[in-house]
């Protein structure tokens, strides 16, 4: 049974006056990540994940606009949530994404895309395009059997030969991380522990004694809990994700009951969303049966209206 709203946001309110937050929350992710003053915290965090070091560190980064201008007027405009660029040129794009829409490994290529191409301008040559890396943090898990942290490139599937390093597509699995020592866990896994919440207050705090950077995360998440109007964006941000999947919930109990099936309306929204198309052009490419196209119709509309309410569409 759900819970009332007014217990919910108690409970959120419990933990912030207790100093857990929820570190993939989008408006405090942004302001610890996203921060000249605080860039050194991001610029660690890379490191990790992209295991780079010695002469490979990362020692600088800038801060970019965040939206992409598209080629086109009737392109679909980009909105990265951290868009940085390192003192080689690299392009580095970091997303946090709660609720699984069944499309990030497409997100981010055309994410991907858009960076390198951003790299090439009129009469440029190719030989100066810089290479280009998408890092994605998930709530939830899309690759079944594959370790918590992974990276795809393009290589030859024959001879495991890597084409360039110009691409690089990093996906961390929250929920997949294991609880272990922290002495014992590597630099990445300091950063799925901290991103996990599934430390208690002792070891959070050895964590932090073991990650400056991490210490210094904690340290701007006070800070930002002590700004009124950045609470109440928090609050109101974990309010939306937890209506969104209230809703979820009562969306595919209702399918279930009337037959529907809920990974369609999935495919209904996401080929709405990446072709432009409306939900009838959506249904005859996926061939819905006539006699169930009002139900599936209601429900992916419910739940389209659900999101942009929510806000959550990003997410």
């Given at each position: 049974m759900t819970k009332p709203k007014s217990l919910i946001q108690q409970a959120i309110?419990?933990?912030?006056?207790?100093?857990?937050?929820?570190?993939?929350?989008?408006?405090?992710?942004?302001?610890?990540?996203?921060?000249?003053?605080?860039?050194?915290v991001t610029i660690d965090f890379l490191n990790a994940v992209l295991d780079r070091h010695g002469?490979?560190?990362?020692?600088?980064?800038?801060?970019?606009?965040?939206?992409?201008?598209?080629?086109?007027?009737?392109?679909?405009?980009t909105r990265l949530d951290i868009f940085c660029v390192t003192e080689d040129g690299t392009q580095i794009d970091v997303e946090v994404q709660i609720v699984d829409k069944k499309n990030m490994e497409r997100r981010t290529l055309y994410y991907w895309s858009q960076m390198y191409l951003m790299n090439l301008s009129k009469g440029g040559k190719y030989q100066n395009l810089k290479p280009s890396i998408t890092i994605n943090i998930?709530?939830?898990?899309?690759?079944?059997?594959?370790?918590?942290?992974?990276?795809?490139s393009i290589y030859n599937m024959e001879t495991k030969r890597r084409l360039n390093e110009d691409m690089e597509l990093h996906f961390l699995e929250v929920p997949k991380f294991q609880k272990k020592p922290v002495s014992e866990m590597t630099s990445v896994?300091?950063?799925?522990?901290?991103?996990?919440?599934?430390?208690n207050p002792k070891e959070m705090e050895e964590l932090?004694?073991?990650?400056?950077?991490?210490?210094?995360?904690?340290?701007?998440?006070a800070i930002f809990m002590q700004d009124k109007k950045e609470?109440?964006?928090?609050?109101?941000?974990?309010?939306?994700?937890?209506?969104?999947?209230?809703?979820?919930?009562a969306w595919f109990s209702e399918g279930r009951a009337e037959g529907v099936d809920t990974n369609s309306v999935e495919l209904i929204k996401n080929l709405m969303s990446s072709s432009n198309l409306n939900v009838d052009a959506a249904m005859d490419a996926l061939k819905i049966p006539e006699d169930k196209r009002a139900k599936y119709q209601v429900m992916v509309l419910q739940q389209i209206k659900s999101e942009?309410?929510?806000?959550?569409g990003h997410l």
């Open positions: 309110e419990n933990d912030i006056a207790n100093k857990k937050y929820n570190p993939m929350n989008d408006v405090l992710f942004k302001f610890i990540f996203g921060k000249d003053e605080r860039k050194q002469a490979a560190t990362i020692k600088d980064i800038q801060f970019q606009n965040s939206e992409i201008v598209p080629f086109y007027d009737d392109d679909k405009l998930l709530r939830y898990n899309i690759f079944p059997g594959e370790p918590a942290h992974s990276m795809y896994e300091r950063w799925l522990a901290y991103f996990s919440n599934k430390l932090a004694m073991n990650e400056a950077a991490i210490q210094t995360a904690l340290d701007a998440s609470r109440l964006n928090y609050l109101n941000r974990e309010m939306a994700i937890f209506d969104y999947e209230s809703d979820k919930d942009r309410n929510g806000e959550i």
